[in-house]
């Protein structure tokens, strides 16, 4: 009678510890924080005449500026401006994004419409 009991309580320490060792192997990881994204102010583009025009604003300092695929320079305050002529400069939309060193991105759509003269 002892053996029985004896070989049950082994039987059920050993199921006890399968199911402990899954519940600790099956544990879902935490979630990694989301990292906001970058701020991003974008002024409304200042024509110089037809043909150029100028895009500024501000975002974090140390985030990469993009207007449409291009980068922009981006000053230590956050600050940034870029002149475009010629074919850029079109009624069409223009997308702005800032991307910081975790990839994290912040995009505008600016709708662009150049003056008639």
Known sequence: MMKKVLTGTIIAACILLLVL????????????????????????????????MVIS??????????????????????SFSVTLSGDKVSSRIMRVTAIDTSG??????????????
């Open 104 to 117: 994290a991105e912040n995009v505008m759509e600016l709708d662009i419409i150049p003056p008639d003269s």
């Open 21 to 52: 060792t899954g519940v600790v192997l099956l544990r879902p990881k935490p979630a990694r924080p989301v990292h906001p994204p970058p701020q991003l102010a974008v002024n409304q583009p200042k024509f110089l005449n037809k043909q150029t």
């Open 57 to 78: 604003g501000k975002t974090d300092p140390g985030v990469t500026v993009m207007v449409d695929d291009s980068p922009v320079s981006v000053n230590n305050d956050g």
